[in-house]
């Protein structure tokens, strides 16, 4: 009857080291991999949900936050040139506040006219969309074709000037 006792207890116990040793270490093992999470959006993805241009901010955005009052900080690598029906100087960072069809209060962008620079304040789409985009630089509202503004364009570092700015000055 000892033997038979004994046996039997020899086999729960080895039972019961089998089970133990294929139980998982942790209950986190039992847990399917956790799902990864999206990218956050770009500031490119960020600025047609407010009904504006993708292409208004050149392809070298490092970094961008953008508070729940709509103001925003954009990060460029470094200072640059984008060529556009005028040409655009961004510096290195870029703030603002950003509205449904509007950035105010803007600072970081200047344009050239006649080899001086002026800072551009504010930038305004129609509402409904229309082909036209409008930015105010001082007390001056100057419209233009978006369609120049839907592509993100690369930039440069250097400044080149253009030869027709040289051309429209000399024959003033």
Same mark, same amino acid.
């Given at each position: 009857?000892?033997?038979? /006792?004994? /046996? ?5 116990? @080895?039972?019961?080291?089998f089970?133990? +040793?294929?139980?998982?270490?942790? @209950?986190?093992?039992?847990? %399917?991999?956790?799902e990864?999470?999206?990218?956050p ?5 960020i @600025? ?7 292409? +208004? ?9 953008? =508070?729940?009052?709509?103001?925003? $900080?954009?990060?460029?690598?470094? %200072? ?11 510096e ?17 962008? =200047? ?17 409904? %969309?229309?082909?036209? $985009?409008?930015? =105010?630089?001082?007390?001056? /509202? ?31």
């Amino acid at each position: 009857m000892a033997s038979n /006792n004994l /046996n039997s207890n020899l086999g729960l116990a @080895l039972i019961s080291l089998f089970f133990l +040793l294929s139980v998982p270490k942790s @209950l986190s093992d039992l847990d %399917p991999e956790p799902e990864p999470k999206p990218a956050p959006p770009t500031v490119w993805d960020i @600025l047609p949900k407010y009904g504006l241009p993708s292409g +208004l901010l050149p392809n070298t955005v490092t970094d961008y936050s953008l =508070q729940e009052d709509g103001r925003f $900080i954009v990060v460029l690598e470094s %200072p640059c040139y984008v060529q556009f029906e005028y040409l655009v100087y961004y510096e290195k960072t870029i703030t603002g506040k950003l509205g449904y069809g509007s950035i105010t209060d803007l600072k970081g962008i =200047q344009v050239q006219r006649f080899f001086l620079w002026f800072d551009v304040d504010e930038i305004k789409v129609d509402l409904p %969309p229309s082909d036209s $985009i409008y930015f =105010q630089v001082g007390f001056i /509202n100057k419209k233009l074709d978006v369609d120049q503004f839907k592509t993100i364009h690369s930039c440069r570092d250097e400044l080149t000037t253009p030869t027709n700015e040289i051309q429209m000055l000399i024959t003033e």
